[in-house]
């Protein structure tokens, strides 16, 4: 059974930072890529950010140049750091992994619980 269990999320003024973690078991870590998800309150989930099992990235254009993404195979977690926060990237993040045959961001694929970022003054 895989799990994914995000944390790190929490209120932060503009400007500020954060380092969302997510922390996989069951034996998929080394198998496929991650990627973070977000959802803001009545807005479709839209992606933020993937990484490869050999530690390529990309990242959605909104979020490039603030946030950055990287994963310890050793410890099966993958993080986001996430500075220079706005109020537009307040939201639900998600982690996300395949489940095959289900690619990265299926409805079916596994997800994590979601951690609430929200940015404001």
């Known amino acids: 059974q895989v799990q994914l269990v995000e944390s790190g999320g929490g209120l932060v003024q503009p400007g500020g930072s954060l380092r969302l973690s997510c922390a996989a078991s069951?034996?998929?870590?080394?198998?496929?890529?991650m990627g973070w998800y977000r959802q803001a309150l009545g807005k479709q989930r839209e992606w933020v950010a993937t990484v490869t099992t050999s530690g390529v990235t990309n990242f959605a254009d909104s979020v490039k140049g603030r946030f950055t993404i990287s994963r310890d195979n050793a410890k099966d977690t993958v993080y986001l750091q996430m500075n220079n926060l706005k109020p537009e990237d307040t939201a639900v993040y998600y982690c996300?992994?395949?489940?095959?045959?289900?690619?990265?961001?299926?409805?079916?694929?596994?997800w994590g619980q979601g951690t609430q970022v929200t940015v404001s003054s």
């Open positions: 069951g034996s998929i870590f080394m198998i496929y890529g």
């Open positions: 996300n992994t395949p489940r095959p045959p289900y690619t990265l961001g299926s409805d079916r694929s596994y």
